[in-house]
């Protein structure tokens, strides 16, 4: 199976599950942008991977949500980064999104017989 | 390592971030690629491919944008204005302020006829302001004085509003007052005062010993009157102001103590005022008490002034009841004068009249002054619609600028601020040239004001009145300034892509200029109609008979004799004759007559009547009517005409024969025609002998021009049986004197010779042709006159500019339409029409609105007028129809060059 197209990627991320999984991402620790693409990508197989002009908004919008929380952190001998973590808010949300993700998906495999497991 | 920011801010740029915040997002991702790049770089990539890969991960160069177009951080930027300090209100005003007066530095011309503009409406409107400050607004110049109050009573049953006080009042009122600290009386009059070089004529204050402790003066040199000095028998003494101390002292301190002949009597100085001190409505020279010998006080009399501190915390109310109280209080203590009961005073209705001392001080000079008022800010609106017009011009030739720093991230409210900065700067540069105007307006208003405006030496440009000039200045700038802001201050991005040209050729866009030029005419039709009717005013005053002709070839003088100097009445009548005689042979002179008073000279007294056969059924109180005493040569020298029977001889008056001369309006109210009246009686108390009517001659206007000639009846100079006196003579008398020499130098010291060669210490007062008395009566409405038609000439004035202006601009925006036009075969006749009909249309509306509102207004002003209505409509047509031709010819010009467009020229400018 090939990498998703990224066109039907685009798709997912207005319909949310892109927001699961980087709210899903970011649980454990605060992370970097960077960090995060990796961690998706290599999570996924290679079979999820999201670009700079896709992955950034989607930060931004979610911090702007307030369920995120980006900050600077700065260490010594290196650059600033810009790392993200999980705010109160956005934790209540991760687990409303991971049910309602189980449910859908447990549905999807009844209706088409479809069975991952 | 490659440099990713020409690749980032490019995609981001359309999103109108916030640069801080934008810098972020570049650093952020340029930190993902560059990590990017060193993976593949790692992997194995050439830097090419490296590079190529990594800006894979930007995709499409809309899609960052695309996907953060949404998020607010890309949708709410703050305010940013090149070079604008953000979050300091008053750094940001200082900076508006510099901008706005860049712009107008850019623009001389403009800004040169704004201020100007401007400066004569806000000029006028200060040197009005300092007008109505000086005269109404401003306390009076003694302590506290908000406690004082005039005392008059009030008689409606004689209809009198104001009657005035009587030593028994005023004893009264000075022992039993609960509301008063102190009370006193005073009366202007002349004096004569000999004995210095030559004898004087001069102005004296006589007063009760309390009205400098109320009025709180303290002497400058010497003490004030007390008690001793008011009462009769003792020694006589004087207090004299400072200007004539100066004048005729030279300040010397060893005055006091000395020894002043007035009227022939000795007085003894015992002080001097200060400078500061000034009294309402005269500048006397010496303060002399009045002396009421107690014993033989009446009630009767009321021709003294009151006036009164009241005790704090009095209001005018409590004062009122505490005279109503006391009223009857006075006919209990004293008699009445022979003839009067208290009876006729009660019928009368005889009651308390205290008002505040400052409403005697400026009396009805208010109403001009309010009407001015009303007047100088019509031309000052009209001044903020012209402007404001200009600024509506000038805003939209800056439409694109104004959309282009709304494009930078200029708010709306930023851009209205700065065009009212450039409009609030401009109103404060009109106010500071206005105020320069204004302190020249004063000193003309000074010199033309009527001699009855009160306290006109008060007004000045003080700080109230820099105040009040700031604050109109601002309200003006603020005014003008939000027109052009609420029609331009929401530039839309919209006017960026159209060229100014094509923006501005909506007729939309002329309906608020029209709307200002509409105004404009209609605030000038009112103050041409106000003018208008002032004119009317004038010419029928002029045109008013006044009981005399050709008043500028009679002279006139006063002469007063007093009992120190000619004690026996008929020997006063016997010097008046010599007098007139020697004044009879100066050369040139037709006829000479002596008069107790001549007409509007403000020496005509009054007196009740009683006529023999009229029983004046049930009042006990006859109407009161004009008093004279005359003798021989008085109708014949004022041209005053004896409709029936004759005047009075010298035998007569030496005589002292029962015999009166009356007036034709008398004559007709009693008897229907004059020669009815002949023969008829009359008296002025019943306790006194009848005179038989002898005579009657034409009316007098005594109240003025613009008042009902006053029914009046002519004693003769020396008279039986006057109230209480067996024999009594007028001392004080005008003579008249008709001759074409009046005027011609010599003349009057030659008149002054005669006098003075009966009699040495006669001295000559009040010496004033009767032109120069008429003139003074109708002061008040020449003044309101040359007021009304200097802010009615700017208003017509600034009115026509304004036609001229937006039909001139008009016809500048639609040149590319005038050349269609013409090159589809208008002729120039068409198109001048065109423009022609439209300034018309502005014409016609606003002289309608303008009728409108001056039918509404003028009735305010119907105080002022005489002999025309508020809606004469002469007037309004006359008015109209001239303002109509003015307007005109302010839109033929602009019209015909219109016209005079050479199509191919218009056409070819546009594209």
Redesign the interface.
């Known amino acids: 199976m090939t990498a998703i197209d990224t066109r039907m990627l685009d798709r997912e991320l207005k319909k949310g599950s892109a927001e699961l999984i980087i709210l899903s991402i970011v649980e454990a620790r605060a992370r ?3 960090e995060i ?1 990796k961690l998706i990508e290599t999570r996924s197989a290679g079979q999820l991977k999201f ?4 992955l ?3 930060l ?2 979610l911090e ?1 949500r307030g369920w995120l929380q980006g900050r ?1 952190v700065e260490k010594a001998g290196l ?1 600033r ?2 790392f993200y973590s999980l705010t109160a808010e956005g934790r209540r949300v991760l687990a409303r999104q991971r049910d309602t993700w189980r449910t859908f998906v447990h549905a999807m495999g009844l209706v088409t017989g479809v069975d991952h497991a | 390592m490659p440099e990713w920011t020409e690749h980032l801010r490019p995609r981001l740029a359309g999103l109108r971030l916030n640069p801080e915040r934008e810098a ?2 570049v650093e ?2 340029s ?3 560059d ?2 790049y060193d993976e593949l770089r790692a992997g194995g990539a050439t830097t090419g491919e490296a590079h190529r890969l990594a800006l ?4 499409e160069p809309e ?2 944008a695309q ?2 177009r ?4 890309a949708h709410i930027p703050p305010p940013i204005t090149p070079g604008a300090p953000t979050g300091r209100a008053l750094a940001g005003l200082s900076q508006d302020l510099r901008y706005a007066a860049r712009m107008l530095r850019k623009q001389p011309g403009f800004a040169a006829v704004a201020a100007v503009t401007l400066a004569l409406g806000i000029g006028a409107n200060t040197a009005i302001f300092s007008v109505v400050y000086g005269v109404l607004l401003k306390p009076l110049p003694f302590h506290e004085p908000e406690r004082l109050v005039a005392v008059w009573h009030r008689a409606p049953g004689l209809n009198m509003p104001l009657l005035e006080q009587g030593a028994a009042t005023y004893f009264t009122y000075r022992e039993s007052g609960r509301v008063f600290e102190d009370i006193a009386l005073w009366n202007i009059g002349e004096v004569s005062i000999t004995g210095l070089s030559e004898p004087e004529r001069a102005p004296a204050l006589f007063v009760t010993d309390g009205l400098l402790g109320i009025l709180r003066v303290q002497p400058l040199l010497g003490r004030s009157f007390t008690k001793e000095d008011d009462a009769p028998g003792g020694p006589l003494r004087a207090v004299l102001t400072h200007g004539y101390w100066k004048r005729r002292f030279g300040g010397a301190p060893g005055v006091l103590g000395r020894s002043l002949i007035v009227d022939g009597r000795p007085y003894e100085v015992i002080g001097i005022l200060p400078p500061s001190f000034k009294f309402p409505r005269t500048d006397p020279a010496v303060l002399l008490p009045f002396r009421f010998n107690r014993a033989e006080v009446r009630v009767g009399d009321f021709s003294y002034r009151g006036v009164a501190r009241l005790k704090p915390g009095v209001t005018l109310e409590q004062a009122n009841a505490d005279v109503a109280r006391m009223i009857p209080l006075a006919f209990d203590r004293f008699p009445t004068w022979p003839g009067l009961t208290r009876k006729m005073f009660e019928e009368a209705g005889l009651g308390p009249n205290v008002r505040p001392l400052s409403q005697d001080v400026i009396g009805d000079v208010g109403r001009v002054l309010w009407i001015l008022v009303g007047t100088v800010g019509i031309v000052l609106l009209i001044a903020c619609a012209n402007v404001a017009n200009l600024f509506l011009a000038r805003a939209e030739g800056r439409q694109q600028e104004l959309a282009v720093r709304t494009a930078l991230g200029a708010s709306r409210s930023r851009i209205a601020r700065e065009l009212l900065s450039e409009s609030v700067g401009l109103a404060l540069a009109g106010g500071a040239l206005g105020l320069l105007l204004a302190s020249a307006g004063i000193g003309l208003l000074a010199r033309l004001a009527p001699a009855g405006l009160p306290r006109i030496d008060e007004i000045r440009i003080d700080l109230l009145v820099l105040v009040f000039t700031l604050a109109i200045s601002v309200l003006t700038g603020l005014l003008f300034g939000l027109i052009p802001v609420m029609r331009f201050g929401t530039a839309s991005v919209v006017a960026l892509k159209e060229s100014a040209r094509s923006a501005s050729d909506a007729p939309a866009r002329y309906r608020g200029r029209n709307a200002l030029v509409v105004s404009e005419i209609a605030l000038a039709l009112v103050l041409l109609i106000v003018s208008g009717l002032m004119i009317r005013t004038f010419i029928a005053l002029r045109r008013v008979d006044p009981g005399f002709v050709r008043p500028n070839e009679v002279q006139t003088f006063r002469v007063s004799i007093s009992g120190a100097l000619i004690k026996d009445p008929q020997g006063v009548v016997a010097a008046y004759e010599q007098i007139t005689h020697r004044l009879e042979g100066v050369h040139g002179v037709v006829s000479v007559g002596l008069s107790s008073s001549v007409p509007m000279d403000g020496n005509s007294g009054k007196t009740p009547i009683f006529v023999e056969g009229f029983s004046e059924a049930g009042r006990a109180m006859p109407p009161v009517r004009g008093y004279k005493r005359v003798a021989p040569g008085y109708f014949e020298t004022m041209g005053n005409p004896v409709l029936v029977g004759r005047t009075m001889t010298w035998t007569d008056i030496y005589q002292a024969r029962p015999l009166v001369v009356i007036t034709e309006n008398l004559a007709r109210e009693y008897w229907k025609t004059p020669a009815e009246a002949l023969g008829k009686r009359i008296t002025q108390s019943r306790e006194n002998r009848w005179r038989e009517i002898i005579g009657v001659v034409g009316n007098e206007r005594d109240d003025g021009l613009d008042h009902a000639a006053t029914a009046t009846v002519y004693w003769p100079m020396l008279i039986t049986e006057w109230w209480t006196e067996p024999i009594d003579v007028d001392r004080t008398v005008t003579y008249v004197i008709r001759s074409d020499r009046v005027g011609s130098p010599g003349f009057l010291r030659e008149l002054q010779q005669a006098v003075w060669s009966v009699n040495p210490n006669l001295p000559l007062a009040n010496v004033r042709t009767l032109d120069e008395i008429q003139a003074g009566s109708m002061a008040q409405t020449s003044f309101a006159l040359v007021m009304l038609a200097i802010a009615a000439t700017v208003a017509l004035l600034l009115g026509s500019v304004g036609i001229y202006g937006v039909i001139a601009y008009v016809a500048t925006q639609r040149t590319r339409e005038i050349g269609i036009r013409m090159a589809l075969g208008a002729q120039t006749g068409d198109v001048r029409r065109l423009f022609l009909r439209h300034g018309l249309l502005l014409t016609g509306a606003g002289i309608a609105l303008g009728i409108g509102v001056a039918l509404a207004l003028t009735r305010v002003m119907s105080a002022l007028l005489f002999g025309v209505s508020p809606t004469d409509p002469l007037t309004y047509v006359a008015v109209a129809m001239s303002l109509a031709t003015v307007a005109f010819s302010a839109t033929y010009l602009p019209a015909r060059r219109a016209s005079r467009v050479d199509p191919i020229v218009a056409l070819r400018a546009d594209v």
């Open positions: 970097h942008g960077y693409s670009h700079v002009a896709s950034y908004p989607l931004y919008r702007e600077w650059r980064r810009r | 972020e997002i952020e991702l930190q993902h690629l990590q990017r894979e991960e930007l995709r899609a960052l996907q953060m949404s998020l607010r951080q």
